[in-house]
């Protein structure tokens, strides 16, 4: 659950409104039909629960994003799309 004090101090905004980059990304070689998983490092995990936005993933991307106008369901973009914060889990 993304809130306002949890990305505190990140103003990544895009034309859609607030935007991060979570861990997730394509395992392996990008590939527009390989699965997603959290990459950690160097270590891929398989992705237990899924948040997809309506027809997503679209496969034009590598990388998991969330947008606030979205209720912060997930996207695919290139990972090279936007420069803006990360969120990650703390605990």
């Known amino acids: 659950m993304f809130s306002e004090t949890s990305v505190a101090g990140c103003n990544s905004l895009s034309p859609y409104g607030k935007f991060y980059w979570t861990a997730?990304?394509?395992?392996g070689d990008p590939h527009p039909q390989s699965e997603f998983v959290w990459k950690i490092g160097a270590q891929d995990y398989p992705m237990a629960f899924h948040k997809w936005y309506i027809?997503?993933?679209s496969n034009d991307g590598d990388c998991v994003n969330v947008w606030e106008i979205d209720?912060?369901?997930?996207n695919d973009l290139p990972c090279t799309s936007w420069d803006v914060c990360s969120v990650c889990e703390i605990g």
Request: glycine share 10%.
């Open 71 to 74: 209720s912060y369901s997930w």
């Open 55 to 57: 027809n997503e993933p």
């Open 24 to 27: 997730g990304k394509r395992a």
